[in-house]
């Protein structure tokens, strides 16, 4: 039996791993880059970067991917291959399960027939674990690139949708993060010194830039790489997100674009309460249902359960952290940190 359980979430920009030690309790969180879309090669070096910093002789593995979507693959069912296939190159000694949704925790000889179950299905595993802690909830994960919004009734995940492009209809999933979403896409158009502007359909700035000017965004979430390869400071992001409009940012304007990045945050939240109240409204969630927030942009869920007259959880305080500290922890991992948990349980006790 081994002695704990490493959750991996394989993100077409990030790797993301947990280990748990107990049913809910988490002993360490990774999370490095995976610019997986450059190709394969990514994957080798981001599990280099893991590996010095777990011990896995004891461990077994459970892996959830998004990384499949990445457009180096052709199909997401040749996504999902390579990726296992590397992961077992790299594990040859160590048990691995992959998690399937609704048909759980499966071996690599039982893939064949399930990619459909396995791609992208990093959400389901929250929900699952989320479900263990909480009875009633509206889940709404915020990453860098993508955000979730998740229903719990009586201990249990009710979705309308299933595959990214049912969820995406369903608008349990919303195509929109805190990091990696291009400016242009979180806004029709931004009050700019006075005048309402719309932005340029170019990969200027995002919404990494954005946070940056609010001072929101964590630094431990802030890996990625900027639009113009230039700095990560607020300056610069202010140049940045001035390009957008059409603009050149003078020092001496730096108030007035972070009032267009407070603009840009508003429509943002817009976009993700709309999506809240659908489910809320298709669920019957309870006013005492509260708001669980997870990512790394749950700053903006405290403000969406505020807006919604709801009780904030965060989730990280469903998990029981091992030596904590301050900055990344499972409640920014939650699909890592859940099918480590959950295959503790299943596995390890």
Same mark, same amino acid.
């Given at each position: 039996m081994p002695e704990s359980m490493t959750g991996w979430d394989v993100g077409g920009a990030h790797l993301k791993v947990v280990e748990a030690i107990g049913a809910a309790r988490v002993s360490r969180?990774?999370?490095v880059p995976c610019e997986l879309w450059k190709g394969l090669d990514q994957l080798h070096t981001s599990i280099d970067q893991v590996w010095?910093?777990?011990d896995f002789s004891h461990s077994m593995l459970a892996v959830t991917m998004t990384g499949e979507l990445v457009d180096h693959f052709g199909s997401r069912k040749e996504g999902i291959d390579r990726i296992v296939e590397t992961i077992g190159q790299r594990f040859k000694e160590n048990e691995i399960v992959y998690f399937a949704g609704p048909k759980g925790f499966v071996h690599m000889s039982e893939l064949g027939s399930l990619?459909?179950?396995v791609a992208s299905a990093n959400w389901l595993a929250s929900g699952n674990f989320i479900a263990t802690r909480l009875k009633d909830a509206l889940v709404i994960d915020i990453g860098s690139t993508t955000t979730d919004v998740l229903s719990i009734r009586d201990h249990r995940v009710v979705n309308e949708g299933y595959t990214d492009s049912e969820r995406l209809h369903a608008r349990e999933l919303v195509y929109c993060g805190v990091v990696?979403?291009?400016v242009f896409a979180l806004c029709s158009t931004a009050q700019v010194g006075g005048r309402l502007v719309?932005?340029?359909?170019?990969?200027?700035?995002?919404?990494? &830039?954005?946070? %940056?000017l609010t001072g929101e965004l964590p630094s431990y979430a802030d890996t990625g790489s900027t639009p113009d390869g230039r700095g990560k400071?607020?300056?610069s992001s202010a140049i940045r997100l001035a390009r957008m409009f059409g603009n050149d940012a003078a020092t001496e304007q730096l108030e007035m674009w972070r009032a267009v990045a407070a603009y840009v945050r508003e429509q943002q939240i817009q976009?993700?309460? &709309?999506?809240? %109240?659908?489910?809320?409204?298709?669920t019957g969630l309870g006013l005492d249902s509260p708001v669980a927030g997870a990512g790394a942009g749950r700053f903006l869920v405290r403000e969406i359960s505020r807006r919604l007259n709801r009780r904030y959880v965060d989730v990280a305080d469903l998990f029981e952290h091992e030596g904590a500290k301050d900055g990344l922890n499972a409640g920014d991992c939650v699909p890592a940190a859940s099918i480590a948990c959950l295959g503790y349980q299943r596995y390890c006790l």
């Open positions: 969180v990774v999370q010095g910093q777990f990619s459909a179950q990696r979403t291009p719309p932005p340029m359909n170019e990969y200027f700035a995002n919404s990494a &830039d954005v946070y %940056r400071d607020q300056a976009v993700i309460l &709309d999506a809240c %109240r659908k489910q809320m409204l298709r």
